[in-house]
């Protein structure tokens, strides 16, 4: 499949709509992750939408107010490292990754928060790690309509990074 078929695929109101609640589920997840450290003075990140066989960005754009500011563009360079990282190693018949936690390395800068669901790759940087992976869980779930597959995926994802933002939130639903 070319970028080109991928981006006629693409469902561009639709992603539009989602985006708009994307800060709402940023907004919602920060009180999920008060006592941790990591998330203080965070409330934005850069996402991209990513082609899954390529990686090759689709969309870009930052969601919410990055800070601090100075880090912007090192949140833009991960969060396209995440997803090009997600399609090589998802592609490759002796790791099949479904998101890029599984192949995290902190001492090479590699982090989690990239996800791979059907033809698309969701990635972002700017939050923790799993702040980044559960937004993209929530993205993909609405751009998806929860539909039965891409939700028991996202179980899947969640479960093997253990990310309990979203298995919490699993349960309060």
């Known amino acids: 499949m070319t970028i080109e078929h991928t981006f006629r695929a693409l469902d561009i ?6 985006l708009f609640n994307a800060h709402a589920v940023i907004q919602k997840i920060l009180p999920l992750a008060k006592d941790d450290p990591a998330w203080e003075g965070r409330s934005g990140a ?5 082609d899954s066989r390529t990686g090759n960005p689709l969309l870009v754009i930052p969601l919410g107010v990055i800070s601090p500011e100075e880090k912007a563009n090192k949140y833009l ?3 396209l490292e995440k997803a090009r990282r997600l399609a090589t190693n998802h592609w490759d018949v002796n790791k099949l990754h479904q998101s890029s936690w599984e192949s995290r390395n902190p001492d090479e800068g590699k982090w989690g928060g990239a996800i791979i669901v059907r033809d698309f790759i969701f990635s972002m940087s700017g939050l923790p790690e799993l702040g980044d ?3 993209m869980i929530a993205m993909a779930a609405r751009y998806f ?3 039965p597959d891409v939700m028991e995926t996202l179980k899947n994802i969640a479960k093997r990074s253990n990310n309990q933002i979203w298995l919490r939130a699993l349960s309060l639903s």
């Open 77 to 79: 360079t991960v969060c």
């Open 133 to 135: 992976e559960f937004v």
């Open 145 to 147: 309509d929860n539909a």
């Open 13 to 18: 109101e639709h992603l539009i709509s989602v």
């Open 46 to 50: 850069y996402f991209c939408l990513a």
